[in-house]
């Protein structure tokens, strides 16, 4: 963890922010809402809200079709979403960011498009062992239809990744390593640039699940030299249901279309019809445009708080709940990795994630209990499931303060507290 | 104590506490004329339940596995509950805990198995509670499928 104490500046910063998300202001079981779930969907600022609701209000048209003022108006809206992503990202250009419901529509995309038009018997796609099962089921499908073969990179008993395995089953055989850059389940932030390097030096691809990155840090996928970079809007701050891919243009340029439809076409008859360039080449049919809107309004409310001060709020936090979550007889940290994000997973023994949840919620206390969609890597450390904290930009030390109470409280409840 | 924790003391009553620390009849059966496995991957929740049942009647009951506390519970109840009890009996008690534990209360008393009528109110944990009972039911019924209840 590269974590400084909260600093008093870090504080200033970023206090204040928790008032921009309504449903912060709720209530849950008669408790003040402590939304520590972040992991699973961040809450929505008032600015996102607002900016899908007045989509609807003012602007809705469909895109890219009529020649009336509301439909160029939709259309300046949807591109400058694009534009707004790729900004983002850092992409070289808008071109190279494709809208999709979220990240596992764009990893799907990826394994439905290129995978099934590149990948041959024997050709090999290395996965880490602590992908979320969007960035493995879709590897099998492509892997059933053309002989690929799925190899796993070993993940160390404190969460990181094996680099020297890795290394050692890279060859030419290796065609893709999908990889996520920030673990779900356990918070580990994997080297990816060096992964890339490493790839790149076998002439292989890398898609990088962003999924759990893109709220937390700043990315540059030019600066990673990262082939395909995939997020989901509603982890970000923005609506569920839209999300983007990052692909390098020339591949996305050599990729077939993955859906057919509306808007992805140049001309069609029935003998043969051609497409539109990338990106609109695989975003058929009509989009979520107030999708889009949405996320424009959540990365520009997150470029103006400044995902670096994000970042070392919530790198704050983590050392906070490490420290405070230490002291609490019989529980056990999973994944203790040197960098981490934003999430702290634990087991506490004598008491099942599932019933830490169901006490944690009676205090209004929100966490994820369970495999975390990671059930590989639930299988690699021999648990059925932990306990998750995943923060957000509006959490504070009193919410880890919370979270410390109620656990607490469910070893009382559950006679363990003279254990200690 | 009850008033500090709340509507949680409904769902956690000290029974459920006791069978969670010390589950009974928790070891695989030899000589099992039915067995069946429970298993709801959401929660991670796993169980097999072995039957052996003579002239109609079961006579020994037993289970291995891991799950919550409300699950394990259950599972340990149940066996106590059905261990010398006719078969067919055994198939309303099922439907009456289902009933119990789902909708409303049954016309019948059902004793001690009245400590879990508290997960109704967290519908997130009627799974839980319902898993073993689903799997003695696969059990007995000879049901080949693997048991769900989420």
């Given at each position: ?84 992503v790729r900004s983002l990202l850092n992409a070289?250009?808008?071109?190279e960011i ?5 990240t ?76 996520c850059h920030v ?6 932030v994997n080297?990816v640039a060096?992964?890339i ?11 990088v699940d962003g999924a759990q990155a893109v709220a937390h840090q700043s990315v540059d996928v030019q600066a990673l030299d990262c082939?395909f970079y995939a997020f989901s809007?509603?982890k970000l ?6 999300g983007a891919l990052y ?52 990365i520009?409310?997150v470029q103006?708080?400044?995902l670096d001060?994000i970042a ?29 994000a ?79 | ?150």
């Amino acid at each position: 963890m590269t974590a400084a104490a909260p600093t008093r500046e870090t504080v200033a910063e970023i206090a204040g922010h928790a008032g921009d998300f309504p449903i912060l202001g709720r209530t849950v079981h008669g408790r003040r809402l402590v939304y520590l779930d972040n992991g699973a969907t961040t809450q929505k600022p008032q600015a996102v809200i607002e900016a899908e609701a007045r989509y609807y209000r003012e602007s809705n048209a469909n895109i890219h079709r009529g020649v009336h003022w509301l439909s160029q108006h939709s259309t300046d809206l949807y591109d400058a979403g694009r534009e707004r992503v790729r900004s983002l990202l850092n992409a070289a250009s808008a071109c190279e960011i494709v809208f999709t419901r979220g990240t596992t529509e764009a990893i799907n995309l990826v394994a439905a498009s290129w995978g099934r038009s590149q990948l041959k018997p024997g050709d090999e796609i290395l996965l880490s062992g602590m992908e979320h099962h969007s960035n493995i089921v879709p590897w099998q499908l492509v892997a059933e239809q053309t002989g690929a073969v799925i190899r796993v990179i070993p993940v160390t008993d404190d969460g990181e990744l094996e680099m020297q395995a890795y290394a050692e089953m890279l060859s030419e055989r290796t065609r893709l390593v999908g990889v996520c850059h920030v673990s779900n389940a356990l918070g580990t932030v994997n080297p990816v640039a060096e992964i890339i390097r490493m790839a790149h030096a076998c002439g292989a691809l890398v898609l990088v699940d962003g999924a759990q990155a893109v709220a937390h840090q700043s990315v540059d996928v030019q600066a990673l030299d990262c082939d395909f970079y995939a997020f989901s809007g509603h982890k970000l701050y923005g609506p569920t249901g839209i999300g983007a891919l990052y692909g390098r243009k020339q591949l996305l340029d050599a990729m077939p279309p993955w859906q057919g439809g509306g808007d992805m076409i140049h001309t069609v008859s029935f003998e043969r019809s051609t497409y539109a360039e990338t990106p609109q080449k695989f975003e058929a049919g009509t989009p979520n445009i107030a999708g889009v809107v949405g996320l424009d309004a959540a990365i520009a409310y997150v470029q103006e708080v400044g995902l670096d001060t994000i970042a070392r709020h919530e790198a704050a936090l983590v050392e906070y709940a490490t420290q405070a979550l230490g002291q609490i007889p019989g529980l056990r940290f999973i994944g203790q990795a040197r960098e981490r994000a934003g999430i702290v997973s634990f087991v506490l023994e004598g008491i099942h994630p599932h019933d830490l949840g169901t006490i944690l919620d009676m205090e209004g206390v929100a966490i994820r209990a369970g495999h975390h969609c990671a059930m590989p890597l639930m299988t690699r450390f021999g648990l059925p499931g932990t306990a998750r904290a995943s923060f957000a930009l509006y959490n504070t030390q009193e919410d880890i303060d919370a979270l410390v109470a109620g656990l607490n409280k469910a070893r009382q409840l559950f006679g363990l507290e003279h254990d200690a | 104590m009850s008033g500090q924790f709340g509507d949680l003391r409904e769902l956690y009553q000290e029974v459920i506490f006791d069978h969670n620390r010390r589950p009974r009849n928790f070891r695989a059966l030899e000589g099992a004329t039915h067995q069946a496995d429970g298993h709801n991957p959401l929660c991670g929740d796993q169980l097999t339940v072995y039957v052996r049942v003579t002239d109609g009647v079961v006579e020994e009951v037993s289970f291995i596995g891991h799950g919550c506390a409300i699950s394990t519970a259950s599972a340990s109840l149940m066996t106590e509950a059905v261990k010398g009890m006719p078969v067919d009996e055994v198939e309303q008690l099922f439907n009456d805990m289902h009933a119990m534990l789902t909708e409303s209360h049954p016309d019948r008393d059902l004793g001690k198995l009245e400590v879990l009528s508290g997960v109704r109110e967290f519908p997130a944990r009627v799974k839980c509670a319902t898993l073993a009972w689903h799997t003695l039911h696969n059990a007995i019924t000879q049901a080949r499928e693997i048991a769900k209840t989420e």
